[in-house]
């Protein structure tokens, strides 16, 4: 979650240079933080440097990040007419970069340890698409929902088979895994997820090859983990918000779990982290399919040290 | 939820004139919304007008209301030492005003609907207290949790006796039942709210008459409705993420459970309103011991005309 970012010092020197958007659009520097981040914190996967948003700029709506904000869409995307007028976009063109970086970072790696690839969930990149930018309530979002589900879908299809494509893409470049954040579903009831998003999550997952493993992870889902597996991924990835234990109880032993320690504990002093550590693997149990993450992205005022305190406490206690 | 609020004209009138913290501070005025918003909508119980900050008010940290913000405390409260400095707070004194108000709303209403009492939970209003205003993280709040326990366990000790008391003068000033608003526990792991908040929450209901029923209410709860039965109530009260019947069941027989339609769905066209409350009436099943309401407060943009549409459908779909 957010392996490589602002607060390893070697990242924020780079983007002391760089965009965001121009470090996603440069594969050396891509893969380069990619494999970093590995070698610094000792984990035991990487995930390739990307944005979930990266798919949104080839569509035209003028998607810009701005230092200390979140993201930004220009031309907000509402209407029937708007979703109409988005472009035709071939992910192997318009988002090649990722794919090199893809290939850059596997290279680099030399096969230490996999590569995950990722994309937004189609509700998230719609909700951005839709409020513009970060949001609360989601009430935009919720109002093409209810007041012109026609509009919904159409949004929703087109960024479903976008974003298979651009996954498909990535596996096919050398990503060994791939995971689906839909990291705002957790705003929607369960019979909300249920008729608006997971009709368009499954068409995503049912389109990509078999035998690469999916983690399918949202925020806030303790309401909606039945769903989420319903629409599909091997490996449900799950916030802190919910109890691991419970969670993978009742998502059944046909999925993994991932998670799903608080990213605030970081900010904890060690012998709290380790603690917090030692209560997620034994919720586990020490069971196969429990893949130990934060429940969300590293905060950015994260010493790093705390971070590889994390992975290296994960080692010590899940041998034992 | 937020039963007289601005979505209302008449409220809105009121406050033109008249300031947040002014309202509440004047109980005819107070009074008035509070039936007014019975009258208008149609609804079955009447909640008082006041804020769950007014406790904060009197421990002299600077609560302010600034137009078209959330609450504001302007000394924020993280330290031992600041802990320490809060003065003793008598809620008979200090709050008057909301028992008086609680009188005159008993004595408008003439036995027409029972009145609700209510407060904040002590985390909510710890986590102000200590944020100084609206989080999206709360990490001050963790930080103060998990690094300096002592100092939260003072804090929370504190806040739980002044809240058990102010809800019992409320009790004895006329109201018949009580809610308790920990809104923003949904930040937690089920882990840390059994740890850092269930025993003060525990410590407020325990304190009060046993005859008096208690709605324990918070958003984004789905992983801690186990916990927060634990830590008392008569009534969960249940935000919109979560499927009504799959908490029921999770909860058992032995608590009500309160909710849960997203409040955003009445921003949809009738027909979805009314296909919403259906569905929720339907997951309650007929079972005595459910209370419907939206899974949180009425949004500031919805026509008040939604509001009533909703309490119509409730009594004629119920009714069947």
């Not at 504990?265 to 997620?280: Q, S």
């Amino acid at each position: 979650m957010r392996q490589a970012g602002r607060y390893l010092p070697e990242y924020r020197a780079l983007r002391s240079r760089l965009g965001l958007l121009e470090l996603c659009k440069t594969p050396e520097a891509a893969a380069q933080v990619t494999v970093l981040a590995v070698e610094k914190l000792g984990v035991d996967a990487a995930i390739i440097f990307a944005d979930i948003l990266l798919l949104a700029e080839p569509l035209g709506v003028g998607l810009a990040f701005h230092r200390g904000e979140g993201p930004r869409i220009l031309r907000p995307v509402r209407t029937r007419e708007e979703v109409a007028r988005l472009p035709a976009v071939d992910p192997q063109d318009a988002l090649a970069f990722v794919f090199d970086a893809i290939r850059l970072a596997r290279r680099a790696l030399g096969g230490r340890v996999p590569l995950i690839g990722f994309a937004g969930g189609p509700f998230t990149v719609a909700s951005y698409l839709i409020e513009g930018g970060p949001s609360r309530d989601f009430l935009r979002t919720k109002k093409v929902m209810y007041s012109d589900p026609e509009t919904w879908d159409a949004l929703m299809t087109r960024l479903a088979d976008l974003t298979a494509r651009y996954l498909a893409g990535q596996i096919a470049s050398g990503a060994e895994a791939v995971q689906l954040f839909d990291s705002w579903i957790g705003c929607l009831s369960p019979h909300a997820y249920r008729r608006f998003v997971l009709p368009y999550t499954r068409r995503v997952l049912a389109a990509l090859p078999p035998d690469v493993p999916v983690i399918h992870f949202g925020t806030g889902t303790a309401g909606l983990l039945e769903a989420m597996r319903d629409a599909g991924g091997d490996v449900i990835g799950l916030d802190w918000r919910v109890e691991l234990g419970a969670a993978w109880q009742r998502l059944g032993d046909r999925v993994a779990v991932q998670g799903n320690l608080d990213p605030a504990v970081l900010l904890a002093p060690p012998e709290e982290i380790r603690a917090g550590v030692r209560a997620i693997l034994e919720a586990a149990g020490g069971r196969p399919g429990h893949i130990f993450n934060l429940g969300h992205g590293v905060l950015p005022m994260t010493p790093w040290e705390r971070v590889r305190l994390v992975v290296d406490a994960v080692h010590e206690l899940s041998q034992r």
